[in-house]
């Protein structure tokens, strides 16, 4: 469903899902305290980030790994363990 969802998203709503939405509601979920719903949640996010990068242009995909790379080097110990 996420697949399908996804695939019909204009190009630069998918950049702003990739880039913006999703990565604020994985950190609004909070880090790994072993609470179920925030865990549940966190997959969710992952999985429609994952499926959005598939079907993402070039261009989109360089940028999503230009702030992954941004996060690793500069993002807190938190942040980045929970990637």
């Not at 604020?24 to 609470?35: I, K, P, R, S, V």
């Amino acid at each position: 469903m996420i697949r399908h969802l996804t695939s019909e998203i204009a190009p630069t709503e998918l950049e702003r899902l990739m880039l913006k939405v999703l990565p604020e509601q994985f950190l609004d979920a909070g880090f790994d305290t072993g609470d179920d719903q925030q865990m549940e949640i966190r997959r969710a996010v992952r999985l429609c980030y994952r499926t959005a990068f598939e079907i993402a242009d070039p261009d989109t995909k360089a940028k999503a790994v230009k702030k992954v790379i941004k996060t690793i080097k500069e993002g807190s110990e938190l942040q980045v363990t929970n990637l």
